[in-house]
């Protein structure tokens, strides 16, 4: 087994503590042994520069919302209107294209420091609604896409079933479709199968919204979760005219339609829950279901601001994910939960930096069903991110402080450094792929219809 001593000059450790010279021993994709207190780099020791954190988790993503990015900043519009431009960008992909885009969106996510993505997963089938040869052809292109950029990825294949609540599915809408759920469960249920014995990959399963998925059908989903032990995501109120239509049709909200039909609980996530009431909260936090906030792309979109505090304090853990990757940084994620309260509330102090790093290290992990992940201790997986302390965002910093200075100063461009399951993936803020800004344009102008992809 490949072992290798990692020596950090700052590191924070369990339970929230910035620690001066720490030796982490890594054994495969494990850490065999956490060591504070040594003073300097042993012989052979890699040195870790800065502070160094437990992976990031991005708790929910659409690897091919990345192609959207600035194209979709040229008119006012609305979150529908953005829709459409979305499903531009689906029309275009297959199995070999979607790889190619997400191979080079999670090496983006690497540089940035995060170690395992949750793959909100809908994007099924050729175009038409035809399914491929495999029917998992465009699932299996995105795990082969983490796992070469350095990434584990929770899976979590969507059940999508109308294009609005009771309306049919059309146009390239289609694609997302399996007719029903009993026939998405079976098409999940192969891909379950195909990973199952697989430590790096999660397949998971997903309600897309209440929108997309008829009431009755929710169950199914929430079956195979309970059987097979896997998450279980949702998107929720993440519109106004989401609950009206849920309101009109069930004479309940999203929240309570999704409680009522045996979806919420601790291995699931609801998924923005920026529109929820007072009973909403109480249903999401007795049941123990994690929230995953995404202020980037709430502020993008115009979503509003979710009641984050309320529903932790409810008993919600918080998680983050970059979702459209109107950016990708993990720290504007965490310290955008407390600034977008601030601003709601005009009182400040709702989350500590430490709560808001726990969001995005171990409640994300636990959330997409890698709970030995997120911490730096013997038993924990192998992911070590470090981050500058001497940039010009973070120059100055302190130990007393650095945790601080880095949730709420730093960005994704002071990671220097990534272990990811013992892989050194990021070296001094180059990523194993090589230059993934030349990846991302070709790629993206490749989705875009602007150039074809050459074979090299």
Known sequence: MHAVNYWCELAWLPPGEVVAGVLVKVEGSMIAEVVPGVADPPAGAVRLAGLTLPGLANAHSHAFHRVLRGATQREKGTFWTWREQMYGVAGTLDPDSYLRLARAVYAEMALAGITCVGEFHYLHHAPGGTPYDDPNAMGHALIQAAREAGLRIALLDACYLTGGIHTPLSGVQLRFGDGDSERWAARVAGLFSHYR?????????????????????MPVVGEFSR???????????????????????????????????????PRAT?????????????????????????????????????PARALF????????????????????????????ERLATEQ?????????????????HDSLGFPGAGML????????????????????????????????????????????????????????LGDVGAMLAETIAEARGEKRHEER
Do not use: K
Request: aromatic share 2%.
């Open 197 to 217: 014995s697989e430590r790096d990959v999660e397949i998971g399963v997903a309600v897309h919204s209440v929108r997309a998925v008829p009431a009755e059908q």
């Open 227 to 265: 059987h097979h032990a896997v998450p279980l995501h949702a998107h929720v109120s993440e519109q106004r005219a989401e609950n009206t239509a849920a309101v009109e049709m069930y004479a309940a909200s999203p929240v309570q339609v999704l409680a009522e039909h045996e979806v919420l609980g």
């Open 270 to 306: 609801a998924v923005h829950a920026t529109h929820v009431s007072d009973v909403d909260i109480a249903l999401l936090g007795a049941s123990r279901t994690h929230v995953c906030m995404c202020p980037t792309t709430e502020r993008d979109l115009a979503d509003g601001i979710g």
């Open 313 to 340: 304090d409810a008993g919600s853990p918080i998680t983050l994910g970059s979702d459209s990757h109107a950016v990708i940084d993990m720290f504007e994620e965490a310290r955008a939960v407390e600034l977008d």
């Open 348 to 364: 400040r102090g709702h989350f500590s930096a430490a709560e808001l790093l726990h969001a995005a290290t171990v409640a994300g």
């Open 377 to 432: 201790v013997p038993g924990a997986w192998a992911d070590l991110v470090s981050v500058r302390l001497d940039s010009a965002r973070t120059a100055g910093a302190s130990p007393g402080h650095a945790v601080e200075s880095v949730v709420f100063a730093a960005t994704a461009a002071d990671v220097h450094s990534v272990v990811s399951g013992g892989r050194r993936v990021v070296t001094e803020g180059r990523h194993i």
